[in-house]
């Protein structure tokens, strides 16, 4: 008989498995709405949540649960530094914005909008002022990483796309990076295309991976857009459509002699794979006095196969074969396997960087922060929440990264009101905003603003650098943050301080905000 504390678990657990049956067989449109919901009600519950999980987690190291799914388990709002991506879209989407014909037909049909409104949307040209973070730039929570100045009906018709390609490449950037600083230097190339969420989160999210430490990608259209190198290897179906996976393999070598990559877990993968790879190398790749060659593993045990295979590969004169892997990996699969002593040159990361598995969601907001009268006046707004985590900092703000000298690393950043400037030739004290009695005095050290103008009245004042450019910007500017912060579990804190004349603003207007009934 089963214990009656033990019903309630077991009948939700039933019930979410029949959830997600359910939720499998509906329409793209409805999963995504269903999708949708449970993202909002895990934000709205996060504090919650985090209290379950800490008893969970305490339930099951008591309980002796292996390390690695320990990891797996642990939830932590402060997981990253996050990598901004996406800036390159929304330049490209803002200067093309604008309303033919068909638009405005489409819109007068609804029976919503005023002819004068169509009207102004027929001449719809953005003219405001932009500034924003670099892509590539480490961000944290709570700082403005891009900052609209503009007519408000302006302001609100960038919102949805400004979120969507911010929000969604800066997602799979960081990703990405915490995988490519998994793999400790080897290679990884971003293979996601084919589980992506549609065409644009394959296209993009490769581009964003590559941001973020990629070397390449198996999507060739992100090669002819983006310049992102595409390339793979052969596939499953190649070996299976011969008479042996011999033939197969000499077919493959014969036609791509210049560095093949046999995939070699078809059949079996010590039996005949291997053995099959190295006999074809020396027959056709050895008279031809190449060495540059390869195998891929996409199934099995990858540290007990690949250091089996790397053996024989050296055993039969393959030193330069290099191995890579795939098959549903992530940051910690690769750590985990690599501190096993797993022999492998290369990653190829599909479903778990393009859908940034584990972190469905990249939680960027688009709030007002302040008006400004016909005077020129900045009136700072502020957004209350019962929620605190999602109460805004107000005002027309900068954020300055403070960088140590001695060490080059960044120390903590740092908001303040648009018209103060952050002197680094004296020492700044800063002070933790949700706990103002932690401060600490900052010297010798170099500010650095983090916002730069994009558009000026509507113009493009923003050079967009190369891909590549990016891509090197992003590598140095994550070998700023300290280790610790950049731990996978339970990393160290990275402040995000407010000057004191900011924080008086916001707490003014807490205050004032706490009386309205």
Known sequence: MKNKTETPAAEAAHAAKQASFALAAAPGKARSSALLAVAAALRAKANMVFKANEIDMRQAEKEGLAAPALKRLKFDEHKLGDV??????????????????????????????????????????????????????????????????????????????????????????????????????????????????????????ARAAYIGGCKGTACTLTDQLYGVPAGGTMAHSWVQMFPSEYEAF??????????????????????????????????VLKPRGLTKCGIRLDSGDMTYLTRKARKMLDEAGWQTCQISCSNSLDEYIIED???????????????????????AVFGGVYKLTAIEDEQGNIIPKIKISENVGKITNPHFKKVYRLFGNDTGKAIADYLCVHDETVDDSRDLEIFDPQATWKRKKVYNFTAKELLVPIFQGGELVYKLPALSEIQAYCAQQVDTLWDEVKRFDNPHTYYVDLSQKLWDIKDRLLHEGGKIS
């Open 84 to 205: 901004c991506a996406g800036l390159e879209q929304l330049v490209q989407y803002i200067q093309n914005l604008h309303f033919d014909e068909e638009d405005i037909a489409f819109l007068r049909d609804k029976h919503l909008f005023s002819e004068d409104f169509l009207s102004y949307l027929r001449d719809f040209r953005f003219t405001g002022d932009i500034w924003a973070v670099p892509e590539g730039t480490p961000i944290f929570p709570r700082e403005p990483v891009v900052t609209v100045r503009a007519p408000a009906i302006q302001a609100q018709l960038i919102e949805t796309f400004t979120l969507l390609t911010i929000n969604h490449q800066s997602l799979i950037a960081t990703k990405a990076n915490r995988i490519v600083r998994a793999a400790q230097g080897r290679t990884v190339l971003e293979f996601g295309s084919r589980r992506a969420q549609g065409v644009d989160a394959a296209v993009d999210g």
């Open 250 to 283: 000499k077919a493959y070598c014969e036609t791509y002699p210049d560095n093949p990559t046999l995939l070699v877990d078809t059949y079996n993968t010590l039996r005949s794979g291997i053995p099959n790879a190295i006999r074809v190398f020396n027959e």
């Open 337 to 359: 396997i690599l501190n096993q002593g797993a022999q492998i040159d290369m990653f190829g990361v599909g479903e778990r960087l393009i859908t940034a598995k584990s972190e």
